[in-house]
C-alpha cells in the first residue's frame, strides 16, 4: 500500500483529492492535516510515502513544515498560487498541482509519482532547501522545533545568532534555540539593515549593541545591552561602522 497524507487548510481541497485517491486501491490516507502542526505529527507517526502538501497555510507554510521533518518523504505541492518558483519545486519535489486541480492533472502528477515509487532502488530524498525560501527576500520569523514542541520566532525578538557547529543559536529574551541553517544563510535572509555580522560566529541586531570596546591588540568586543560580549573580526568591525556611520 501507498501510504499518503494530505496537509491542506481549505476541508474542499483535502476532499477533491481524497476523491481522486479513492479511485486507486493501492492507496491508504493515513491522516489528513488542516495546519503544519498536525502535519508535522502526523508524518512522525505514520511515515507516510507521499505528502500532498499545500504551500500556503496560516501557523506553518508548507515549506515551513518541511523544514521541521527529518527525511521527508516525496512531496506533491499543491498551492492556489503561481509566483512561487514552480519551476524550481518541479526539480525538488514529484510534482505541483495548481488548484482548482483537475483528475487528468492529478492524475500525472500521481503517476509521476508512482513510476518513482515503484523502482527497486529508491531515490535519494529530494533536498527542498534550495527552494524553502526561494521566494523569501528576507525573513521575518524563524520555526524551530524543540523537543516535541514547535516555537515561532518572530525575528524582531532575535538578539543576536551564535555558529554552533552545524547550527546556529537563535539567542532571544524567551531563551536559547538551535536551528539547521547556515550562518551564512541568515546573513543572506535577514535584513541588513537591522542584523550585521560582526565575526564569524555572531550576527548581532544592531539596536541590541550598548558600545563597542577595543580588545587587546587591533582588535574590538561588542558590549550588549544585555551585558554580553561578544568578539568582532576585522572585517565585522568595518562592515559595523558602515553600518552605524562611525
Known sequence: MIKVILIDDEPLARSILVEYLSQDPSVSIVAECGDGFEGVKAIQQHQPDLLFLDVQMPKLTGFEMLELVE???????????????LKA???NAIDYLMKPISPNRFKQAFEKFKLNFAKPAAEPTPNYEAVIHQEESKLDRIVVKTGTQIKIIPVPQIK???AYDDYVKIHTPDGLFLKNKTMAFFEKHLDEQTFVRIHRSYIIKVDQLARIEPWEKDSFVAILITGEKLNISKSGYARLKQMIGI
Open 89 to 91: 519545486f518541479e526539480k
Open 160 to 162: 543576536y545568532l551564535e
Open 71 to 85: 527525511n521527508p518523504p516525496a512531496v506533491i505541492f499543491t498551492t492556489a498560487f503561481d509566483d512561487y518558483a
